[in-house]
């Protein structure tokens, strides 16, 4: 059965590749990235990738020429750009304040393999009006998301109420909590015990339009592949919310000493070893004897598929 499931990884951003980009241009460069992303997928056994790009524009051409195996969810970012770090130049998103805002999400939602939009931690949000939520800033991006059935990726970084807030606020938008909702290495220091928050995150499972992104979990371990210290907290959440609104993302990009960004993280305090690799991100879920084949089906690709509508079958 596992070897005719699609698997699809929800979570990647450009791969690192350390190399002296002084005497290359912007095309070279990303054709480079383009290669050694499909070459690190097809090495570990993944089908297809959804793409949080620092370039949007490299993450358009990758989508156009490649659509069989790339979707992308560019950032609500004020001004339209991430800061910190752009392999390639570029934008990296929409911009959630952009009087044409609700204009741009349609003309995004029309446009196949790009499959959503990612709203980062409320703590890197404009801050709003005395007395009103950061959220309020951004009314009409997400009564445009709601309205024409986009998904709005979050990062919380264990601010789970930013998620309980926006499911009161629009009960109709389709919200998949990224990361587990938890805090992790290296964007993050660890929390202790690493599933502190995990009691908001099982409260978001009686929202029937909140789904939840099983990435990057294993920064979480304290224990070696396959990582069996996870499976009592990953069981609780698999049994929360269904296998078929849970689904998994390496977020491989991010794990610095393997293929990740090389950057340090001022909030993660001590330089994260990365210790896992982009087959252990898979091969925990593949491999696990506490899954069953069904449950495996979903969380590899088929909520991914579901939820996004892509790719058709």
Known sequence: MLSSMRVIDAQLHE?????????SDAATRRRLLTEVELATMDAVGVDCAVLYPVDLEWAAEVVAEHRERFAVVPAFAPGGVLTGFTPTGGNSGIDPLAPDVGDQIEA???RPGWVGLRLMDVRTLPPPPAGQSPYALFDRALRACQTLRVPVFMSTAGALQAPAELTQRYPDLRLVVDHLGIRQPPSFPRDEPPFATLPDLLALAGQP?????????PTLSEQDYPYPDLWPHLR???????PDRIMWGSDISRITGQIGFDVTFPAAGDRYPGKHTYAQAAGYLRDCADLTPSEKRWLLGATAQKILGWPAD
Request: no cysteine; proline share 4%; glycine share 8%.
């Open 108 to 110: 995004l939602a029309a």
């Open 209 to 217: 339009n909140v789904a939840v992104k099983l990435s990057g979990a």
């Open 15 to 23: 791969p690192t590749i350390r190399l002296d980009w002084s005497a």
């Open 236 to 242: 609780r959440i698999v049994d929360a919310f269904g």
